[in-house]
């Protein structure tokens, strides 16, 4: 168990509708990033916030927005959904910091279908 | 861009076998290397490696990496029907975020 958790774990759309994804981050961590992963395919990342911003972001379109809240949890929104956006969609909590490295740890990832 | 290649993708052996996986990277700058265990959904993590040479171990599982020829492998010895998974290597560029560049996996498939 990582402590991160993710919500819903499935979810059914339709084509043209808007999702809102839910993650809470693992204590003591400042960083949420948002990844998708289609099937046989490694996770992409989408974008990341720290203190409530963002910062950074992959190569995705402006309708997949996000937020962070003050007790660190996220929201992933993705709006006019495509069929291209069935995946599964992960959240990974870290603590931003500028040593050698650090881990991040995922939640189990909410599975999207848009029909 | 930054690029990150596991192989083999696709690896079946028998219980008690051991196996090697392969990653190799190009990005432009570099803070760490990843593994991690994907079985159904959440990867849970194995491996962070920062430094070139230093073996990494866990039980069964070892992983090493080499920051000149830009690669590591992870290596699973006595292998067990539970090590079934596909195997994430990913790479932390060192950028002013903290994001985690992917390949697209091994999936394992120990048979008994």
């Known amino acids: 168990e990582t402590g991160v958790t993710q919500s819903p774990t499935h979810l059914i759309k339709t084509r043209g509708q808007q999702v809102t994804l839910r993650c809470s981050s693992q204590?003591?961590?400042?960083?949420v990033s948002w990844y998708q992963q289609a099937l046989g395919q490694g996770p992409q990342f989408i974008f990341q916030?720290?203190?409530?911003?963002?910062?950074g972001r992959g190569n995705f379109p402006p309708r997949f927005s996000g937020l962070q809240f003050p007790n660190y949890s996220s929201e992933l929104n993705v709006n006019a959904l495509e069929l291209d956006d069935s995946a599964l969609y992960l959240c990974?909590?870290?603590?931003?910091?500028?040593?050698?490295?650090?881990?991040?740890?995922f939640g189990q990832g909410t599975r999207l279908t848009v029909v | 861009e930054d690029k990150v290649v596991q192989s083999p993708l696709s690896l079946v052996v028998h219980e008690g076998d051991t196996v090697t996986l392969n990653c190799s990277y190009e990005?432009?700058?570099?803070?760490?290397l990843l593994w991690y265990k994907q079985e159904k959904k959440a990867p849970t993590f194995l491996f962070m490696l920062?430094?070139?040479?230093i073996e990494k171990k866990s039980g069964r599982l070892s992983s090493i990496l080499d920051k000149k020829e830009l690669f590591s492998i992870l290596n699973i010895t006595a292998t067990q029907t539970g090590d079934s998974a596909v195997y994430l290597c990913?790479?932390?560029?060192?950028?002013?975020?903290?994001?985690?560049?992917f390949g697209k996996g091994t999936l394992l498939t120990v048979n008994p």
């Open positions: 204590s003591g961590h400042n960083t």
């Open positions: 916030y720290y203190r409530e911003e963002e910062n």
């Open positions: 990913a790479v932390d560029n060192g950028g002013s975020n903290y994001k985690l560049t």
């Open positions: 990005v432009t700058n570099f803070r760490s």
């Open positions: 920062t430094s070139s040479g």
């Open positions: 990974a909590s870290s603590s931003l910091n500028r040593g050698p490295g650090t881990e991040a740890f």
